[in-house]
């Protein structure tokens, strides 16, 4: 087969240039494009309830954490590695939109895990705060939406102070939202596995006996000199000469890329492709891209058509000398496209068109409320001098709920970068500034984002709706190894009372750390139980009202207080170990009014928030 010939593997070689290019670290590994790429498998749901009064659907998902091994190095011994259902990638979880899902994650390892499924604005029980841990021996059961315009998700690991550990050995998994009537409108490569193709991108190091070397001690990064794509060290992919959609992700602990296609008969020509998706799904439009930079949580979705490489291999490579990165031998190359002569299907084979998507724009917002630096301060990373585990004074925002914020991103180092994610919100990157990269890139501009690449030495401002819910939410950098060593905060969005526009709680969802939301002693699992009393009991929550009609009635609340002088008390969860807000570590640039309730919390110790 075509993935033999090694010409181009030995012209990329010849071409290295040895300064700056490390020695590998990892053994040598020897069978680069020589073992087909996996795909991780969809995971069925358990059992199903459908509300015979509003029709809404809601699916149950078991996942269990635990260890495995994997032969990794074929002359080696095994790997360890802990995973979802004992597989690293996890299952993929495939749902259309509007079908709520209920996932029970059991936790059979011996270190704590929190699960956040990134790009889904769950409610803050839900949403994997970082205390919120469920021990060993225990489960959790994760509420989740599912009706935000149709994404690229995926789900890992955020345990306080393991993420890095947790995810590196294997905790991450794709979930999928799928709209059948946008499909079929917008018409791109589909079918999971066949030619719509999830690719999850982790850098790794390794022992001389195979094993994967722990970031446990890590205090600056672990780059990894193994690329793997969905667990396979630089696997090959059969494909025939059409057009396929590649959903890309980068689960690196601490390695970004910038990614460019090639043949390899042409190794110096890069082939163009398109970007269609984002973090938060189809961009507004197409962008046709040489190179596409992807960052730690980042996900982009590209069309590449292979019509004219019949016969041929087309490798994904990553450039050298990338940011802050370090290089090896091998980190400049990532995936082999071995092409076909024959199609055998051309359902979304067509032209791409120019509207993909109409996208949720916040609204013009020229003020910046918040500036927050990302830095190094006494060998700890802080943001604003402040980290997660100072409990008093980790919540830095407090933006209206249903309100644009704008807030600018800062990296005054050359020695670093930070890919920065704020929890809840879709957000639009308006600026990037400095003497790094001075520009917001074409596909960036043309998407919304929950994850923004703050390279070295540049300024970047985003503007977000802090909405749809309430409550306290995280933001930090997707360097693991700097997220848990402590560059992490929070932000507190206002609790309005919607009461009276239609939109009544009965249950609060502000406090990440509701006690009847926590994990609990595991004994097996009653699926007639579940169907029966656990999803209706959910779905009777009344969590995830219609978005737009809740955006609706936010708006005629403030069109309301604005005829009001009078403003509303203050609600005090009793267990959130939040704090008193604090002007100084916030450096808030524009005074905001609170026409509503900010939810406050008392005080614990250290790394122990809630209780």
């Known amino acids: 087969m075509r993935y033999y010939q090694f010409s181009f593997l030995a012209s990329a070689l010849l071409g290295l240039v040895s300064a700056g290019i490390k020695k590998w670290d990892s053994p040598e590994y020897k069978y680069i494009f020589q073992y087909p790429l996996p795909i991780p498998p969809l995971l069925e749901a358990s059992t199903t309830y459908t509300n015979a009064t509003t029709g809404k659907t809601i ?61 889904s604005y769950s409610r803050t029980p839900f949403d994997g705060w970082a205390e919120d841990t469920t021990p060993p021996g225990q489960y959790k059961d994760y509420y989740y939406p599912n009706n935000q315009p149709i994404r690229t998700l995926w789900y890992h690991d955020h345990a306080l102070g393991i993420t890095a550990v947790n995810a590196y050995f294997g905790q991450a998994g794709f979930y999928i939202l799928e709209d059948d009537v946008v499909q079929s409108e917008v018409k791109l490569p589909s079918g999971y596995g066949k030619y719509d193709i999830p690719l999850m991108l982790a850098a790794k190091q390794f022992l001389s006996s195979g094993k994967l070397l722990s970031p446990e001690n890590e205090r600056d990064s672990l780059f990894g000199d193994v690329i793997t794509v969905n667990g396979q060290p630089w696997p090959y992919f059969n494909v025939e000469p059409r057009k396929y959609k590649f959903r890309l992700l980068d689960a690196s602990i601490s390695r970004s890329f910038n990614l460019y296609l090639v043949a390899d008969s042409a190794p110096k020509v890069k082939i163009p492709f398109t970007v269609v998706g984002g ?36 490798t994904l490579m990553n450039e050298y000398d990338f940011q802050t990165n370090d290089d090896y031998p091998a980190t400049n190359r990532v995936i082999r496209f071995v092409v076909g002569d024959k199609v055998t299907n051309s359902d979304g084979n067509g032209n791409i068109k120019e509207h993909l998507a109409d996208l949720a724009i916040p609204a013009q917002h020229l003020k910046v409320d918040y500036s927050f630096t990302f830095e190094r301060t006494n060998g700890e990373w802080r943001i ?44 639009q990157v308006v600026s990037r500034t400095g003497s790094g990269r001075t520009s917001v890139e074409p596909y960036e501009s043309a998407a919304l984002k929950d994850v923004v690449y703050l390279g070295k030495n540049e300024e970047v401002e985003v503007i977000a709706n802090y909405a749809p819910w309430s409550g306290v939410y995280m933001f930090h950098c997707h360097n693991l190894v700097h997220e848990d060593h402590d560059m992490m905060a929070a932000f507190n969005v206002s609790d309005v009372d919607l009461t009276e526009y239609g939109y009544p709680e009965t249950t609060k969802f502000g406090d990440p750390m509701a006690s009847q939301f926590r994990a609990k002693p595991y004994s097996g699992t009653d699926l007639d139980q579940v169907k029966n009393v656990l999803l209706p009991y959910f779905q009777n929550l009344n969590a995830y009202p219609d978005e737009t009609s ?14 009001k002088t009078s403003s509303s008390t203050s609600s005090v969860p009793s267990t959130l170990a939040t704090t008193t807000k604090s002007t100084t570590s916030s450096q808030k640039t524009t005074s905001t009014t609170k026409a509503a309730t900010t939810t406050k919390c008392s005080s614990s110790g250290k790394g122990n928030s809630c209780k």
């Open 279 to 314: 973090d938060a799904g189809y961009l507004d439009h197409p962008v046709v891209t040489s190179n596409l930079i992807i960052a730690m949580a980042e996900r982009w979705e590209i069309v590449i058509d292979f019509d004219k490489y019949k016969n041929k291999n087309l």
């Open 550 to 563: 809740v955006q609706r009635a936010l708006d005629e609340y403030y069109k309301a207080q604005s005829t």
């Open 384 to 427: 604003n001098g402040v980290g997660f585990e100072d409990v008093k004074n980790r919540i830095l925002a407090y933006p209206p709920r249903g309100q644009v914020s704008r807030w600018r991103l800062i990296n005054k180092s050359g020695g670093w970068s930070h890919p920065i994610h704020i929890h809840l919100v879709d957000f």
């Open 59 to 119: 699916n149950f998902y078991e996942i269990r954490i635990k260890k495995f091994q994997a032969q990794t190095y074929p002359n080696l011994g095994l790997t360890d590695y802990v995973g979802y259902n004992g597989i690293a990638p996890g299952p993929t979880i495939k749902l259309k939109k509007n079908t709520e899902a209920v996932v029970r994650f059991i936790n059979e390892y011996d270190r704590p895990s929190s699960i956040h499924l990134h790009g």
